[in-house]
Nanobody, 125 residues
Framework: QVQLVESGGGLVQPGGSLRLSCAAS????????MDWYRQAPGKQRELVAT???????DYADSVKGRFTVSRDNAKNTVYLQMTSLKSEDTGVYYC???????????????????WGQGTQVTVSS
């Protein structure tokens, strides 16, 4: 079994910073992309940032220049450093990872997506 556990959410004032973490555990041979999504109240879940296994990163236009995604492969962990936070950044932040449990699945490119339970980020004065 594979588990993703997020942490680091909380209440922060506009202009403040937070750092989210997402750690994967369980039977893992390789992790492909690790992504951060968020869902604001009444809105659809949206992709915020991506960190691929080749080291490529990408961001939603709304967070470019303010958020930074990083990854520690030795710890199977992805981070999201959020700065200059705005009220519109409020939402539940979810980690998603495409994880290959075995060499066989990696070679076959048959690697399921897993989701964390989410962590609440509230930006408010």
């Amino acid at each position: 079994q594979v588990q993703l556990v997020e942490s680091g959410g909380g209440l922060v004032q506009p202009g403040g910073s937070l750092r989210l973490s997402c750690a994967a555990s369980g039977i893992i041979f390789s992790i492909r992309a690790m992504d951060w999504y968020r869902q604001a109240p009444g809105k659809q879940r949206e992709l915020v940032a991506t960190f691929t296994d080749s080291g490529t990163t990408d961001y939603a236009d709304s967070v470019k220049g303010r958020f930074t995604v990083s990854r520690d492969n030795a710890k199977n962990t992805v981070y999201l450093q959020m700065t200059s936070l705005k009220s519109e950044d409020t939402g539940v932040y979810y980690c998603n990872a495409r994880i290959c449990p075995t060499l066989f699945s990696y070679q076959r490119k048959s690697c399921p997506d897993y989701w964390g339970q989410g962590t609440q980020v509230t930006v408010s004065s």
